[in-house]
């Protein structure tokens, strides 16, 4: 098997990732790759006939160049593609994460939220730049963003889309909005944001969608200290799980439709046991 770490996975998932191979006694190949030009040529290193690879699992950076490269070896011989949150024409196997359901419970939370504090006013969604970037989260939070939009004007907010990829530039987009909730395409732009809006007066909502977990265990922590009070996704073991068990099992090459593995989601809070559980999947946890 490989895992073609076009997703430059954390030491944890990694590590979980081995954990959970060499349990099925499973061969797993971690690849760095730091950019989207990097990615397609081993890509097409790993697809060509003969690399001796059964499975390539793939989280694309760049979604449309990365299906043409699987469209140039369709109907050889090669390896079993497995795509990582979003669809690839030409992958036989998907991990899916429910955006949509993602997006509405971020859109309860905060619905829960502002009907113990006068009712639903501004909200503000921070979303990912338009454009490519050499990161492969960008693309499923960009989608998150978009429907967490959606769910909470559905839910009677009135909403305004920032952008950002990180820290540095999540604190200027969010420094003058005056909404009482914020709601980050990943947690790294929400603990930002919680961080820019802590010294103004009134209670603030700050939320997170996973993309698709945790990234570390800052965001725990701030699920602890009420600096955040919600996180939408999955747990970084059930990720790791579903990476190794789509590249593993057998799939019908011939077939006209993938595989597709949903990942299970949780709504993390302060008080919910998963939350506290969720900490095991980080290494400085164990310390």
């Known amino acids: 098997m490989l895992v073609e770490t076009g997703f430059a996975p954390t030491p944890d998932l ?102 113990r504090h006068g009712g639903a006013g501004s909200a503000t969604v921070i979303a990912p730049p338009d454009g490519t970037f050499d990161d492969w989260t960008v693309p499923v939070g960009r989608r998150t963003a978009q429907e967490t939009a959606r769910a909470l004007t559905a839910a009677g907010f009135r909403v305004r889309t920032v952008h950002a990829l990180g820290e540095a530039d999540a604190v200027p987009a969010i420094r003058g909005s005056a909404s009482r909730v914020v709601v980050g395409w990943n947690d790294v732009t929400a603990l930002a944001a919680a961080q820019t809006l802590r010294r103004r007066p009134g209670a603030r909502f700050v939320a997170a969608a996973g993309t698709p977990a945790p990234t570390g265990l800052a965001a725990l922590d701030a699920l602890a200290s009420g600096r955040l009070q919600l996180l939408v996704g999955a747990r970084l073991k059930d990720f790791a799980t579903a990476i190794v068990d789509a590249a593993t099992t057998p799939v019908d090459a011939a077939a006209t439709t993938s595989v597709s593995y949903a990942l299970p989601l949780h709504a993390f809070t302060k008080a919910l046991p998963a939350t506290r559980a969720a900490r095991a999947d980080y290494e400085s946890a164990r310390r």
Do not use: F, Y
């Open 14 to 115: 990694a590590r979980l990732i081995t954990t959970r191979a060499a349990a099925s006694d499973e061969t797993v190949v971690q690849r760095e790759v730091r950019d989207v030009p990097g990615q397609i040529q081993q890509l097409r290193t790993d697809l060509a006939p003969g690399s001796g690879l059964r499975t390539v699992v793939v989280a694309a950076m760049d979604p449309r160049a990365t299906e043409g490269q699987l469209k140039d070896v369709a109907g050889k011989d090669h390896p079993t593609v497995v795509s990582v949150l979003g669809p690839l024409a030409g992958a036989q196997a998907q991990i899916t994460l429910a955006e949509r359901t993602v997006a509405s419970k971020l859109a309860v939370g905060a619905a829960t939220w502002a009907n």
